[in-house]
């Protein structure tokens, strides 16, 4: 079973940046897409950024611009930086693994953002 390991949530003033970071623990993570959704109180979860085996991506559009997602298969990590943060991207973030029929969640990390 592959697991995810999520870091880099935390506390940060609007407009300023955070790095999130997800680790796979098996090596099938290079078939697979990987990326990041999120949650806010009160709504359904939504994609975040999204990236193919093949280095496709796809961006919710509240992030484009915004917010880069990047993977390092030799070490089975996605990152997501989140630039010029918004009060409006506060939500527990979740990385995200898919291939053929496994979808795999990690545990979450709550990002908040003060006005």
């Known amino acids: 079973q592959v697991q995810l390991v999520e870091s880099g949530g935390g506390l940060v003033q609007a407009g300023g940046s955070l790095r999130l970071s997800c680790t796979a623990s098996?090596?099938?993570?290079?078939?697979?897409?990987m990326g990041w959704y999120r949650q806010a109180p009160g709504k359904q979860r939504e994609l975040v950024a999204i990236?193919?085996?093949?280095?496709?991506?796809n961006y919710g559009d509240s992030v484009k611009g915004r917010f880069t997602v990047s993977r390092d298969n030799a070490k089975n990590t996605v990152n997501l930086q989140m630039n010029s943060l918004k009060p409006e991207d506060t939500a527990v973030y979740y990385c995200?693994?898919?291939?053929?029929?496994?979808?795999?969640w990690g545990q979450g990390t709550q990002v908040t953002v003060s006005s």
């Open positions: 098996k090596s099938t993570f290079s078939l697979a897409t």
């Open positions: 995200n693994l898919k291939f053929s029929i496994i979808n795999i």
């Open positions: 990236m193919s085996s093949g280095g496709t991506t």
